[in-house]
């Protein structure tokens, strides 16, 4: 390790125990996620109840390098909604952030996590066995309207963002490259076929989310499980989704603002993340 990447590493360790005014700012001037290409750092640090591994060339991983969770509004709601014997779904699992926060709760329960990109879904893999969870199913697929062959469309391998995969095609975000992926049904996933419960549903496919709320509409109705899904104009806009149609379709559910703890109307929400609650 060089005196550089020591350094770094210290002061990684520093910015994730301490919060501090103009950090992000500090941050973005000292190890730009911009700019990460060339000199990424990959390390395994502390995270939840164990450990995680990032490549800072990935701003998601860039963001945990330096912070004790990402989406610490999402990372909350987990722990207080999560119970020991809780059986949990994460659809857009990435590299694990929120399915190892499910897993280290619901010790006697079980997560799913459901991840398509192949590159993505290798270091959820690592994560799961770096931290010995046995509670997890985790299958590299999309929740999609037809089963079979499809199409995943990611950024440029030198974007920095590269969670921002989707079933949906934008040149406008920069996701334009098609790899080939499997995709299923809901009803066509043995994995679900016998669920006895289900508590908690979060999802984040970058604009698919309404789809796979349809798709899971029968496992919502039958367990009235906490649903977080995320909301984005832009990413939904170009779906073709409507929030108010999904929201109508979760009639036994009341939605809030989850990082602000607000009641939200279907129509004007602001972009983030709904929270779902059985009424």
């Not at 350094?7 to 520093?14: C, D, E, G």
């Not at 502390?46 to 990402?70: A, K, M, Q």
């Not at 079980?110 to 879904?121: G, L, R």
Request: charged share 25%; glycine share 6%.
């Amino acid at each position: 390790m060089t005196l550089k990447s020591r350094f770094l590493s210290q002061f990684a360790r520093f910015c994730r125990a301490i919060s501090f005014p103009g950090k992000d700012r500090l941050l973005r001037l000292l190890y730009s996620p911009d700019k990460r290409s060339r000199d990424s750092v990959t390390e395994l640090i502390p995270y939840d109840e164990g450990l995680i591994r990032v490549d800072t060339s990935s701003f998601l991983e860039w963001y945990l390098y330096f912070n004790p969770y990402y989406e610490p509004n999402m990372t909350r709601a987990l722990k207080t909604m999560v119970k020991e014997d809780s059986v949990c779904l994460d659809v857009g699992a990435n590299i694990g952030c929120h399915t190892l926060t499910m897993a280290n709760k619901a010790r006697k329960g079980q997560v799913y996590a459901f991840e398509p990109n192949p590159a993505n879904f290798a270091r959820l893999l690592f994560n799961l066995r770096l931290n010995n969870l046995r509670n997890v199913t985790a299958l590299n697929l999309a929740i999609a309207a037809e089963s079979g062959d499809a199409s995943l469309f990611v950024p440029d391998e030198k974007d920095c963002n590269q969670a921002k995969c989707s079933m949906v095609s934008s040149r406008e975000r920069g996701i334009v490259n098609e790899i080939a992926i499997k995709a299923s049904r809901v009803g066509d996933l043995e994995a679900l076929q016998h669920l006895t419960r289900c508590d908690v549903i979060k999802i984040d496919v970058e604009g698919y989310e309404s789809v796979v709320i349809k798709e899971l509409l029968d496992i919502i109705n039958a367990f009235l499980p906490v649903v977080i899904f995320e909301y984005d104009t832009l990413t939904w806009d170009l779906s073709g989704a409507s929030l108010p149609e999904v929201c109508g379709l979760l009639e036994h559910y009341l939605f809030f603002d989850l990082a602000r703890g607000v009641p939200v109307a279907p129509q004007g929400a602001p972009n983030g993340d709904v929270l779902c609650l059985p009424r």
